[in-house]
């Protein structure tokens, strides 16, 4: 019996999709000219994808209280610009604390930011995660992590893990919005290895 050696098409067809190479995510001087910003500016990220130019706009506003209260909001923006065109901003979030007489928190944690490609369509998906809370005692802090992709949002929603002794320790369940079976493929898995990273708060 004669046996055909396989074509390189074959061969190619058989190999599996490779991952495509994620943007690449760059810390700015500033905000570039026209950007709309809130309060004062903590950090400011770009990429470059599918979409063009992208730039992450992170902020933070305090408003005064009468007493001891004080309120804090957060917000990060990202706009997106391809060439000859104005810049588009593909999604706001906004968060905040109010009234809180207590230990306010309300901040962005830098180990969560990143871009990847996980399905491979050329568009970023921007990761980043912040912690919002009033307390008093060491109870856990509402932790939220964010997937962006082309204006979409994915959310893990749940609390920081604190230790109030050896071996006992309270938080760090999270659950998604929308439903799990609703997240594109390998944007759960990748949202809850994030959240693994940031989950215990150190004191």
Partial sequence: MRHTAPTLAALLFALPALAAEPP???ELAGVPPGLEVDGTVERVHGFTDANGENVVVFSSRDTPRKGDAKTRELFVRHFATKAGEKPKQLRLVRDRVDDCPFDLTAKFDPRALGVTDLDGDGVGELTFAYTVGCRSD??????????????EKYILRGETRVE??????????EKPDPAAKKWPAGFLDHARAVWAKIVDERF
């Fill in 24 to 26: 690449k995510l760059t």
């Fill in 164 to 173: 109030h002794a050896p071996g006992e320790k309270a938080g760090g369940a």
């Fill in 138 to 151: 060491v109870s856990p802090l509402s932790l939220k992590l964010l997937v962006l992709e082309n204006g």
